[in-house]
């Protein structure tokens, strides 16, 4: 597939790893935050994200050495504007409405006609997300697992006014990537979070409520159920902030208060124990 | 085979897992508590703690299998 030309919104734990995954299948990215701190950390993180690669087998000796090359595909910026010659946005923003509402505003007003939109949101409505445009045609839900570069499969969300068409590009994109897709329609959390966010939460619970210590509870997970990860240490990588965040937009979607937050999440999240990104979650990783 | 190498990495790995001893010899990956993205943390660890840079090459999980692999990693990288 010929190199493309992609936007990606927001430089965190989300962004980095696909502006990564992006370039390393040929494209040039545009990689857009509004924080310049968060952009002064994002190559080192990206440089991380390769050597994790590297470590995990799934980088080629050969491969390695375009480290330099890879990281020149990625311009980081500040501005909207630079994404005036993007044809393809995936944005991945805070989980908030307000914020996202926003960002899709502007990336109407800046980006080409037929430009792509997708969205790595954890929960909301893609159908929503493409209601502040005035191309929800072309917008869809693309939901990459964390960590990014490990993981070879994606949730494809077909919002209600997406075409087959946007479908069909970002398939393709992502098949560049070397990515799965697994194409579902449409509802708050689609099919992972919906069920992985009631997970995490009730494993919160379980904290609280002491009916064991966190590092028991994940070990029921990896070792009686065959999980890779515990939920507590998947919450940790997510980030406890998106978590809740995503369950507030899931009680709010359906009405429903089996999503709301255990209050240790939220005391949690207002002491800053963000998980990885903050170095102390339900595990501490202050060490590095 | 530096020992004090060995109980620093040992330190770092007490801090992270409270409930767990590894023998110097014992193969960490194996036993379920950790995964390929800790093993990236205990590159930034020894690159930080001993003050060395992990190439390329070195980037395979068998220099972080164990205490013992990760310290000659360390010795090696001290003497280059």
């Known amino acids: ?288 | 085979m530096s020992t004090e190498t060995n109980a620093r990495i040992q330190a770092f790995l007490r801090k992270r897992f409270q409930n767990y001893e590894f023998a110097d010899d014992q193969d960490i990956f194996a036993t379920g508590v950790v995964n390929s993205l800790f093993a990236m943390q205990l590159v930034m660890f020894v690159e930080k703690e001993f003050g060395i840079e992990v190439g390329d090459e070195d980037l395979t999980l068998d220099n972080f299998r164990t205490v013992d692999a990760m310290a000659q990693l360390v010795q090696r990288k001290a003497a280059a």
């Open chain 1, 1 to 288: 597939m010929a190199a493309r030309r992609v936007g990606v919104v927001g430089a965190g734990v989300m962004g980095s790893g696909i502006a990564q995954a992006l370039a390393q299948a040929g494209h040039d990215v545009v990689l857009l935050d509004k924080s310049a701190a968060v952009l002064d950390g994002v190559k080192d993180k990206i440089r991380n994200g390769l050597r994790l690669q590297k470590l995990a087998g799934k980088l080629a000796s050969g491969d390695s050495a375009n480290v330099a090359e890879i990281l020149e595909r990625i311009t980081t910026t500040a501005e909207y504007e630079p994404l005036g010659s993007v044809d393809f946005v995936i944005e991945t923003i805070t989980e908030k409405w307000p914020a996202k509402e926003e960002t899709f505003r502007r990336l109407d007003c800046v980006c080409p006609d037929d430009c792509i939109f997708a969205s790595n949101t954890s929960a909301i409505s893609i159908t929503r997300i493409g209601s502040a445009t005035k191309r929800p045609s072309k917008v869809l839900g693309i939901h990459f697992m964390n960590p990014v570069p490990l993981r070879p499969t994606v949730e494809v969300i077909r919002g209600f006014h997406t075409s087959d068409d946007t479908v069909r590009v970002a398939v393709e994109l992502l098949g560049g990537m070397g990515r799965e897709c697994v194409i579902v329609n449409d509802m708050p959390g689609f099919v992972s979070n919906r069920v992985l966010m009631l997970t995490i939460n009730e494993a919160v619970f379980l904290v609280q409520d002491r009916v064991a210590e966190i590092a028991d509870i994940d070990r029921v997970f990896r070792e009686c159920l065959g999980h890779t990860m515990g939920p507590l240490a998947t919450a940790d990588l997510i980030g406890l902030d998106t978590i809740l965040y995503s369950l507030e937009v899931l009680q709010e979607s359906y009405a429903d208060d089996k999503f709301r937050p255990c209050p240790l999440l939220k005391k949690m999240v207002h002491a800053g124990l963000l998980g990885c990104k903050s170095n102390q979650g339900f595990y501490n990783y202050n060490e590095v």
